[in-house]
């Protein structure tokens, strides 16, 4: 059974080497752009950790995600394009999700831990991450518009709200 907690420095290395691993898949499904092998970078997640944002899905064989759980205004969603949120209630935001690629289901731990948390839940993958668009639509978020990260490029934003 997946379970999630709040990873520690001790974590760190084989954090990275799952971030590479979903670089990888990434890449080579089709989507070099998003991360290609520049991101998430090591000192970004060492301060993750330290923020204590940085979860990690486990299981009795080990590691087998990843993601970094913000709350609070994420500046990035304040200009949507195309659509809008469900609403402007408070909200947590998923980001940096990354599988080991040994377990299924590592979305829907993530999506699930979250929406115990939070009545409401925002994540953005790019337009290219159809692996990735496809899980966030099965666990109930519902396509907003687009936004803009810091780089100037686009993402397809998705809320999920209680009710």
């Given at each position: 059974m997946l379970q999630v907690r709040k990873a520690v420095q001790e974590d760190l290395n084989f954090i990275m080497q799952i971030y590479h691993k979903a670089q990888d898949y990434m890449i080579g499904s089709g989507n070099p752009d998003q991360w290609g092998h520049l991101y998430p970078q090591e000192e970004m997640v060492r301060k993750d950790i330290e923020a204590g944002i940085c979860h990690l899905i486990a299981d009795p064989e080990g590691i087998q995600g990843v993601f970094a759980l913000c709350t609070?205004?994420?500046?990035?969603?304040?200009?949507?394009?195309?659509?809008?949120?469900?609403?402007?209630?408070?909200?947590?935001?998923?980001?940096?999700?990354?599988?080991a690629g040994k377990a299924h289901g590592i979305f829907n731990c993530a999506a699930d831990y979250c929406k115990d948390l939070c009545d409401n839940v925002r994540i953005d993958t790019h337009h290219d991450n159809l692996t990735m668009q496809r899980q966030i639509e099965r666990n109930g978020f519902v396509k907003c518009g687009i936004i803009y990260v810091k780089d100037g490029s686009t993402r397809i934003a998705y809320h999920w709200k209680k009710g």
């Open positions: 609070g205004d994420e500046p990035t969603y304040r200009v949507i394009e195309g659509g809008s949120w469900l609403n402007d209630e408070p909200y947590i935001t998923i980001h940096r999700i990354a599988s």
